[in-house]
C-alpha cells in the first residue's frame, strides 16, 4: 500500500527565513495531497490541498510544490515567524480511497 | 462554517476499562473518521464511516468499536484499556472524499 516518508522531523529557523518540509510517496496514482498545521494541545488544521494536476499553489506566505515524476511534496513557509511554530503533516489519498495517509509530522520552531 | 465537537476533553480510566468517546459534526458531511495519535508515529486511522450506519475498519481497529448512529455523530469505544496506555484520539469529518476537518482531539490516559 501506500507509503509516505515525512523530513525532517525537527526544523529550526529563525524568524524571517524560510522553512521547507518535503514528504515524497509511493503510489504513482496518489490523487489528492494536502498539508495540515497542528498546535500543542490542539486538532489538525488545514492549510493547503492540491490535486495531482497541479505542480504548485501559493496562499499567503505558503507554497506547495508537487513533483509527480520524483512522487516529492514540498510545503515552503517563506519568512516564517514565531506564529509558525507547530507540528506540520502531510497527506496524500488516491482517487478511489476515503483513507488517507499521514506524514510523520515536522516539529517546526520559528526562533525571534 | 462548521465544527466539531469531542467529549471528554481529557479521559482517565483503569486497566481493562471500556471507554466511550464522542465526536459530534455539524457540516452535514458524510463521512468521519477517528484516528489515534501516538507520539512521533502521526495519524493512525481506526474506524471511518462513509455515512450513517455504516462502519469501515482503519488499520488499527482491533480493541475498538465504533458507533455512526446519526450523520452528525461518531462514537469509538476503548473496548478494554492497557495499562499506561497514553494517546490521544482525533476525530475528522469531509465531504465527498475531499479534505479533513479535525476535532480538538482526546487525551486518554489509564492508569
Known amino acids: 500500500g501506500e507509503q509516505v516518508e515525512q523530513r525532517p522531523p525537527h526544523l529550526s529557523v529563525r524568524e524571517g527565513d524560510s522553512a521547507i518540509i518535503i514528504c515524497t510517496y509511493t503510489?504513482?496514482?496518489?490523487?489528492?495531497f494536502s498539508w495540515y498545521k497542528q498546535e500543542a494541545g490542539a486538532g489538525l488544521q488545514l492549510l493547503m490541498s492540491?490535486?495531482?494536476?497541479?505542480d504548485r499553489k501559493e496562499e499567503q506566505g505558503l507554497t506547495v510544490l508537487l513533483n509527480k515524476k520524483d512522487k516529492r511534496l514540498s510545503l515552503n513557509l517563506t519568512a516564517a515567524h514565531p506564529g509558525d511554530s507547530a507540528v506540520y503533516f502531510c497527506?496524500?489519498?488516491?482517487?478511489?480511497?476515503?483513507?488517507?495517509?499521514f506524514g510523520k509530522g515536522t516539529h517546526l520552531h520559528v526562533l525571534p | 462554517g462548521g465544527i466539531i465537537t469531542q467529549t471528554p476533553k481529557f479521559l482517565i480510566g483503569q486497566e481493562g476499562q471500556k471507554l466511550t468517546l464522542k465526536c459530534q459534526q455539524n457540516f452535514n458531511h458524510d463521512t468521519m473518521y477517528w484516528y489515534r495519535q501516538d507520539s512521533g508515529k502521526g495519524l493512525r486511522l481506526i474506524y471511518y464511516s462513509i455515512t450513517e450506519n455504516d462502519l469501515q475498519k482503519g488499520d488499527l481497529s482491533e480493541g475498538y468499536d465504533a458507533s455512526r448512529e446519526k450523520k452528525s455523530s461518531f462514537s469509538l469505544t476503548v473496548t478494554s484499556a492497557q495499562k499506561n496506555e497514553m494517546a490521544v484520539f482525533l476525530c475528522a469529518s469531509s465531504i465527498a472524499r475531499v479534505e479533513q476537518y479535525f476535532g480538538p482531539g482526546t487525551r486518554l490516559t489509564v492508569l
Open positions: 497527506a496524500v489519498r488516491d482517487t478511489n480511497a476515503y483513507k488517507v495517509i
Open positions: 492540491v490535486l495531482s494536476n497541479v
Open positions: 503510489d504513482s496514482a496518489t490523487a489528492y
